[in-house]
């Protein structure tokens, strides 16, 4: 390259920092733009071709023939938006080296990107699924009508190994869980998985907090519409894993369409450069929340991971649906991982679609409530939830005194 004619260019010594050796928060600003100073460009660009034109079709046979080989991203233009998006495709680098995986693959949601796993294992002769409850709502749901063909068998960690069959295809656990907060011991779970992937879903600790591919785990999901987008704005999924189970989930996306869209691409990008900080700012205000929560008379049990996270979860004495029906600061809604804070009723939201005894056996009571905590400062918050979780019990008696006297 003739830098006289590029002064946008570093210098070629510029950016000899071997990537690995970069810190999360550094990655997290950094990986998937590594290339945009070269090109003079600081935002990066969207590329909304559906399209990409080509006077050379026996240059385009290769590439699809390539693809139908390997699943690898192609040389060069993508031929088609649902064989990749240069856009998309950032964010996917981007996730990968936060993960520390080989390659992220993205869909239009975290339920594509999950079944875009069940449809590659099922491909594969390999339909039985072995989980461990709770799951997010509709992870659970999808297994258990077998919507994509696949079985499942529910056990605790302790009997994965036992649950496991030469049919097995595939190993899903959440830690935290969605909505219980539950976790596992990721390496021990891994370890009883054998030669059987072990998809963990990160969706609540984000890579800020936890690793699950350094601890044993193939796969690595997230419901992207959660913290890796982080405003509510943007609905996706992705999928960090190794580079061949890529290549495999990339065909897969291929053939059934749960593609990204690249402006959601670009939002998620954008997302993940302040994640480590809206991830740790956070944790610190939900975990504040969750010691006072875990004082208060008119809460029965919190439920707080022990390796933090902006999620926290409680139990109330009384009626939960009164709680939601009373936050004014606190946005009342499902989903989370977003700027401002949410709460919402499991038994009637998000794991609605779980049937009852099973919803319950897996620790989700109906009087349990989760909080998905933002960024407002944490004493508008208290004063918000104190508000809402009515009149304090030591109270009532003062009250109904006071009512008789009338
Ligand atoms: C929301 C969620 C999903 C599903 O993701 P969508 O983007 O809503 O399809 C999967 N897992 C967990 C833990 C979730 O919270």
Known sequence: MDSARM??????????????????????????????????????????????????????????????????????????????????????????????????????????????????????????????????????????????????????????????????????????????????????????????????????????????????????????????????????????????????LRQVRFATGGVLHPLAGYLLLRGLATLPVRVRAASATAAELARRLAADPRVARVHYPRIGGAMVSFEVHGDPHEVIGRVRLITPAVSLGSVDTLIQHPASISHRIVDADDRRGAGVSDRLLRLSVGLEDAEDLWADLDGALGERAEAIPLREALARTE
């Not at 990066?44 to 690898?72: H, K, N, Q, V, W």
């Not at 680098?93 to 992220?104: H, I, Q, V, W």
């Not at 830690?175 to 969706?203: F, I, K, Q, R």
Request: glycine content about 10%.
């Open 7 to 248: 002064p946008t260019s570093p210098p070629d010594d510029v950016r000899t920092t071997a990537p690995r050796s970069r810190a999360l928060a550094t990655e997290a600003v950094h990986a998937g733009r590594d290339d945009l100073a070269r090109q003079g460009l600081h935002a990066p660009p969207i590329d909304l071709s559906t399209t990409y034109p080509s006077y050379d079709s026996r240059g385009e046979a290769a590439r699809i023939d390539a693809f139908a080989a390997t699943g690898a991203d192609p040389d060069g233009p993508p031929v088609y938006g649902r064989l990749g998006n240069p856009t998309v495709a950032r964010f996917e680098t981007a996730l990968a080296r936060l993960e520390g995986t080989e390659a992220a693959v993205a869909f239009a949601s975290g339920m594509a990107a999950l079944s875009a796993v069940l449809l590659v294992r099922g491909s594969m002769g390999l339909r039985h699924v072995v989980a461990v409850r709770p799951l997010y709502g509709c992870s659970d749901h999808l297994l258990t009508a077998g919507l994509l063909g696949s079985e499942v068998t529910w056990t605790d960690p302790a009997g994965i190994a036992d649950a496991l069959r030469p049919d097995t295809g595939l190993v899903m656990v959440e830690s935290p869980a969605n909505p219980t907060l539950a976790e596992l011991d990721l390496p021990a779970v891994a370890h009883a998985c054998g030669s059987v992937p072990l998809l963990a879903d990160n969706t609540f600790a984000t890579p800020v907090l936890q690793r699950p591919a350094e601890q044993g785990a193939r796969l690595v999901l997230h419901s992207a519409t959660k913290y890796l987008g982080g405003h509510g704005d943007v609905m996706a999924g992705v999928v960090a894993c190794d580079e061949e189970f890529a290549g495999r």
